[in-house]
Every structure is written in C-alpha cells, then in structure tokens.
C-alpha cells in the first residue's frame, strides 16, 4: 500500500500499486489514479533449459551465426525491413559466410560433437575468411575441414573419412580445403594429434576398451618411433599393432582378428607384423 493524497471520492489516504496490470487504486472505493504503469523490475528469460534460473542478460554471444547473434529477427508485418536486411547481408558478402557456419552447425550435430568444437570450427572459418579465404562454391568443404581441424586441435578422434562420409564431400575436397585453411590461419600442426594417435583413440572407443589401454599403447608408438620400427607403414597397422601389445600387457582380452576387423586390415598383416617385433623384442611384452 502507498500512503499519499487523499481519493478525490472518498477521502482514503491509502492505495493499492498493482505491478502486474500497472494501476494505482484506492483502497477505499477502487478509483484508478494511473494506468499503464512502466514496469520496473529486472527482465529475466530463460534461454538454457539446462541451467538453473532465469538470466537478465540476452542470448549468449555464438561464432556460429555470421553477425554473433545480435540481430533482430522481424515478424512477417515488417516485410520492407526483412528485404532490407536480407539485401545488406547480401551486399556485405556474408551469404557465403552464412552458407558455410550453418553446414558446420548441422554437420557437428550429425557427428555429435561437443558444442566447444564447433564454435572453435566456426571460428576457424572465420579467421580463414577474414584473412582472404575466398569460400565460393566450396563452402560445404571448407565447413568439413573446419570441423576436422577443430577436433585435432581438441583431440577427438573423427578422420577425414568420417566427415566424408557424413557430409557427402570426397576426402580430396576437404582435404585441398584443409591446406587452404591452414594457410590462411597460419596453424601449428604440431599442436594436433597425429593421425595414428587418432586411429588409436578411436580403436579403443569402438572396442570399449580402459583409458589405460590407450595410455600403454601412445607410449609403445613412441617407443617404435625412437627405435624407428613400423618405418612406412599405414597408421591403421601401426595403431592394431599397439594396441594389441598394449591389451596383452595390461591383460586385457582381446583377438587379433576383432582388432583387424575394426580397422579393416588383414588379418594376416597383423599376425606377420607381431611376429616380426617377437623376434626382434626388446621391451618386456608378454604372450606375443
């Protein structure tokens, strides 16, 4: 209640502020002193079902929508504004742009990755096009490679082959836009997993395989590296080879020919190349 001037009516001192419907009232006989009050509370919505209570910020900021998502989205009323909107984006060259950030959300989502690898893919895109990346038709590569250097730089084992097979693109596409990013950005491949530490993270995922596991056999690639054995050959025989030793180490089940299948190698390559270290052994491997 607010105590203030008397109700012209009926002389009570006292009235009623109503937040919701914006009206001041007389709590003796009801007259309204104002309406359309403005309201001055704090404005709260929910934008992540996932967190807990409301937010009295916007929208989070997001690589993945060509202006970060500040803009204002019209209703179909404002059909002039929408026109003017849609020719400055064409105007500014930002259609291509928009083209490739949305292949790189609905590609990330087909391989189920997490929501920090794509925004850093977009942002990928984003400094490649800033620095003079010319898109053009090749958009839809350009998304994929964006995406598989975002998941080396976060070590999640996706190779070429899967963004291909995904996204309907050859892996020489993607794999000719992969080197014009990394030209364009200037990036460290250094900082990225090698290919048969890759092959080795996703063996062990499909085998449900122990973290240790994947531990012992990244420290027996090394070891072949620093002795050079498995000199030319493929990543996929190198990572069986290692991740067979490391399961017979750790005594961890499992054949020879699930590991082959996995990978899609022979078999019989694997047998030759194991009895090829047995006999040649010097590490402390058992039951080869």
Not at 6 to 13: D, F, I, K
Not at 242 to 262: D, E, H, M
């Amino acid at each position: 209640m607010i105590e203030s001037e008397r109700c012209p009516l009926c002389g009570c001192e006292l009235k009623i502020e109503d937040k919701e419907i914006g009206e001041i009232t007389c709590y003796g006989c009801g007259y309204v002193f104002a309406s359309r009050l403005v309201d001055r509370k704090t404005e709260r919505r929910y934008y992540n079902p996932l967190k807990e209570g409301e937010e009295r910020v916007g929208a989070p900021l997001t690589y993945l929508i060509h202006d970060l998502g500040l803009s204002t989205i019209t209703g179909e009323e404002d059909e002039e504004l929408s026109k003017l909107i849609k020719r400055e984006i064409v105007e500014s060259g930002d259609k291509v742009l928009i083209k490739t950030l949305s292949i790189v959300f609905n590609l990330s989502t087909k391989l189920a990755l997490p929501d920090v690898v794509k925004e850093n893919a977009a942002l990928i895109v984003r400094r490649a096009w800033k620095n003079g990346l010319k898109i053009g038709r090749s958009w839809k590569g350009i998304a994929a490679a964006s995406i598989y250097l975002s998941c080396q730089i976060f070590s999640i084992p996706k190779t070429i082959k899967d963004l291909s097979y995904q996204s309907g693109i050859s892996k020489k596409t993607i794999w000719n836009c992969y080197r014009r990013i990394i030209e364009k950005i200037k990036h460290r491949k250094t900082e990225t997993m090698s290919k048969t530490q890759l092959i080795v993270s996703k063996l062990v995922n499909n085998l449900r395989l122990k973290g240790e596991v994947e531990e012992q056999a990244l420290k027996i690639i090394e070891d072949f590296r620093k002795e050079l054995k498995m000199y030319g050959r493929k990543p996929e025989v190198v990572a069986a080879v290692a991740v067979y030793l490391a399961c017979r180490k750790l005594n961890q089940k499992i054949s020879q020919r699930r590991i082959a299948q996995t990978l899609s190698i022979s078999r019989s390559t694997l047998i030759k190349i194991l009895k090829e270290i047995s006999e040649n052994k010097k590490d402390d491997v058992v039951g080869i």
